[in-house]
């Protein structure tokens, strides 16, 4: 197997959001939370997570560090059926679009966004074969 090899080919789906479980960091002071997803892409269920530094010792559901990066907000369905694009190890999702804002605050929060590379548009999840934490079944089955 050669090291220079290229990647398989991303495919491209819609696919339906059908389960996501969220294993909140036990210490929050610049720990780490797992978000994991499951997606029906045709036939096939695929699922990825995402992993986020997080940075809040009170509250572990808040995360302080996506202020000044917010590339580590975790990912929000914007809706039901979301395209997707995937290879053998990665799941490419859209962010939803930012509400509209405006004034100091606003400008301080595009600036930080650009700063912190948070500004992608897509959020890349990494494919795992864990399925027992989702309460749907097609997700805990694979098919």
């Not at 029906?40 to 997080?54: C, E, R, S, T, Y």
């Not at 400008?107 to 948070?118: L, N, S, T």
């Not at 500004?119 to 399925?131: D, F, I, P, Y």
């Amino acid at each position: 197997m050669c090291a220079f090899a290229a990647d398989s080919p991303r495919q491209q789906a819609s696919a339906q959001v059908l389960d996501h479980a969220e294993f909140l960091c036990d210490n929050c002071f610049l720990g780490a939370s797992d978000y994991y997803y499951c997606f029906a892409a045709g036939d096939k269920i695929l699922i990825g997570f995402q992993k986020a530094p997080v940075l809040d010792w009170r509250d572990k559901s808040k995360n302080h560090l996506t202020g000044a990066h917010p590339g580590w907000e975790r990912w929000r369905a914007p809706a039901a059926t979301v395209p997707i694009r995937y290879d053998a190890r990665h799941i490419w999702v859209d962010r939803a679009p930012d509400p509209p804002a405006s004034g100091f605050g606003a400008h301080f929060r595009a600036f930080a966004k650009w700063f912190g590379r948070g500004h992608g548009k897509q959020v890349r999840l990494t494919q795992s074969a864990t399925r027992d934490m989702f309460r749907n079944a097609r997700c805990r089955a694979g098919k």
